[in-house]
């Protein structure tokens, strides 16, 4: 699974209401909370404007706090609950969001010293714990203080000698200020996929950056803000060949200041030879023109699986006009079932779904994704509802892709997911 490293407030707050009862104080009610749910963003050197490790920390916030929680700002989290079981529903329920609201109340005490929680113990630099390999960069890349930059490309030389499968993955920038997004793609020994790239330098392709991949050259992780380490379950992973290279693709974003970045992915490798392995498939389309001022375009992206696989997680990707994303599975008897819908896509909260219970879906499975954009003037974050938009790199691009990670087994090649089986006379 992936961990989205969000600010989530209470899960584990009292399950009683507070007419008779003392109010919550932070050492012993609070804190856990924060410890669990929020200290691996909100602490220094992460993603979060403000840490959460002490009541001197958290006590200047407790009524944004409280604003947050019961306005559901935060957690942030965007799925139907009548859609789908996920394993990392950040939502609370009333008891906890009343938790949180009644020690803020209550004026935000701070408690016995004593019955506070031990301080959690952080790996500097990492949300993961310590990986066994740090990939890097081979140098710094320089952002200038303004301007459009294309879609920078680095290639990284694994040097590995033998297979590896990775059971966790963390790619985090050096600079989150100016890194917008990143991709890394694994180009095993043979693959054309950006031939003419050097290691070391930087480069931007001449033509589409998606040309010249196949289904070898596979996604192994990526980052968007809010998004943490990819743990995967017991027994599954993703495949690293021998001789392989890392390609770490980054949207650098200016912001009047000039800049560096240098970013790093950390790896964790299985003991050894999974059960199964996982895959991440994109489902979409670049086949789209969404019209100027239009409130809401609908736009579908399907793929047929070749050979059984079980659903992992899922993960829309959509740009600032996103309004909203579906994922809908077409058995092979007809049946059909929505597993995610996302009725309020948020550009800036790109999380994964990870189902609670893995779906098996047999070959011949339909996957239907559906999107839908707002280009109206009624859309805040719309960068300009004047213009038509298509598919796009940029922000004021749009994209549409259902990201979904599947598993299946270790041993079958990965083009069987994509090429149809051959039938044989009177039957498989």
Known sequence: MRVAVVCVLGVLGSAAAFGASPAPVFTKDVLPILQSKCQGCHRPGEIAPMSFLTYKDVRPWAKAIREAVLVKKMPPWFADPHYGKFRNDQSLNQTQIDTVAAWVDAGAPEGEAKDAPPPVEFVEGWGMGQPDLVLEMPQEFQVPASGTIPYQHFVIPTGFKEDKWVSIAELRPGNRKLVHHALIFVRPPG?????????????????????????????????????????????????????????????????????????????????????????????????????????????????????????????????????????????????????????????????????????????????????????????????????????????????????????????????????????????E
């Open 191 to 427: 693959s054309k996929y950006f031939a003419d790239a050097k290691p070391v330098e930087a480069f931007v392709p001449k033509e589409d950056w998606r040309f010249g991949r196949t289904p070898y050259d596979e996604f192994l992780d990526f980052y968007v803000p809010g998004v943490g380490p990819q743990i995967l379950a017991q027994g599954e992973a993703k495949l690293i060949k021998a001789g392989s290279d890392l390609i770490f693709q980054v949207h650098y974003t200016t912001n009047g200041k000039a800049g560096a970045d240098r970013s790093k992915i950390g790896l964790t490798f299985s003991k050894g030879p999974p059960a199964k392995r996982v895959y991440t498939l994109a489902v979409a389309t670049d086949k789209f023109v969404i019209p100027p001022g239009a409130p809401d375009t609908e736009v579908q992206s399907k793929f047929t699986l070749q050979h059984d696989v079980s659903v992992v997680s899922m993960n829309p990707h959509m740009h600032l006009r996103g309004k909203s994303f579906d994922y809908r599975m077409i058995f092979p008897d007809g049946r059909d079932e929505t597993l995610l819908r996302v009725a309020n896509y948020i550009f800036f909260w790109q999380m994964p779904y990870i189902l609670t219970d893995p779906l098996t879906l047999p070959r011949g499975t339909r996957i239907e994704c559906t999107a839908h954009f707002d280009n109206s003037p009624n859309n805040p974050r719309n960068p300009d509802p004047k213009a038509e938009v298509r598919w796009g790199d940029q922000s004021w691009d749009e994209m549409m892709v259902g990201f979904i990670d599947v598993a299946f087994d270790a041993k079958i090649d990965v083009m069987d997911l994509f090429r149809p089986r051959k039938q044989a006379s009177g039957g």
